[in-house]
């Protein structure tokens, strides 16, 4: 039997490492699998690559058939600069997308079914929430509060669907709500962390002030950043677990971090890094309007999951500088 990886990206390819190392046979499924992305498995004889669409429910059943799919991890999705662009286009795949991979396991009795969910899903909430850490079922408790973008909003969807697959269908689902992740090169543009480190890092090796003109890439308060290598081992985590029976799980730190820290992570290594703002911080990362002052509650992966974080920032700035062309 093998296990279905949708998305070929940084967490996807991490994923099928770990896998693989381990003797697992994978299926990378991806509708434009980049190169320089999936190098480090294309050649692992128990690693396959095909193109293709989420969207296409048919092709997925093919494939699936074809490879002996008996477990999936979903982490095919358009992200939020891409849907900014197209946000029919990230309703399509972020929603049809995984409704497909779920009426597939349905169809196919997987084992399991990973989804890749996000944090932004209770960005809304960091102007009312008075806790220490936001718990992983408060965004289910505050139907009121419309999610804080397009993207967010396609995965508290997903969340939905895959809960109610679980409750109506008994299939085995459980969500991870993946903090802003960090990791390897990925290419340009791709997220907003991997946006604004690739404006330091250009700057300070070319010698030059760092002007940060995008809003999109400054924030007042903190947020909360993940290693994209631990996302992958918490995909792994979430297929071995034996009862995770909260069924969504929040992936991060457990800690915030403001725009300062990544300068200041930036500088640890070139030490005369220039940074001017050409724009003004209004509001929360990623151009969210609420400002976040509350880490994640990440104790039911520790104990449901066997999972922690093991990548500090500082770790995770390193390993993207390593792998930036």
Known sequence: MAILITGAGLIGCHTARLLTERGERVVLYDACPIPGAIASIVDDPRASVVTGDVTDLDHLARV????????????????????????????????????????????????????????????????????????????????????????????????????????????????????????????????????????????????????????????????????ARDCARANVAALDAREPAQGVYTIGSGALHRFDDFVDAVRAAYPGLRVRLAVTPKGGFAGFPHVRHTPSDISAARRELGWAPSHALADSVRHFFEHMP
């Open 64 to 227: 699936a058939e074809q490879e002996g799919i008996d477990r999936v991890v979903h982490t095919a999705a358009l992200l939020s600069n891409a849907i900014r662009r197209s946000p029919l286009d990230g309703i399509r795949v972020n929603v049809m997308g995984t409704a497909n991979i779920l009426e597939l396991a349905r169809r196919l009795a997987f084992k399991r079914v990973v989804l890749a969910s996000s944090t932004t899903v209770h960005y809304p909430a960091f102007g009312d929430f008075a806790g220490p850490a936001f718990p992983e079922d408060y965004p289910m408790r505050m139907l009121a509060h419309r999610p804080g973008s397009i993207y967010a909003g396609t995965k508290v969807a997903a969340e939905y669907f895959g809960l109610l697959y679980r409750d109506l269908y008994a299939l085995d689902v459980v969500a991870l709500r993946y903090a802003a992740v960090l990791g390897g090169w990925s290419g340009p543009g791709t997220s907003v962390p991997g946006k604004l480190l690739a404006t330091l890092l250009e700057a300070a090796r070319a010698g030059r002030e760092a002007v940060i003109d995008d809003p999109l890439l400054v924030w007042e308060g903190g947020d909360e950043f993940v290693d």
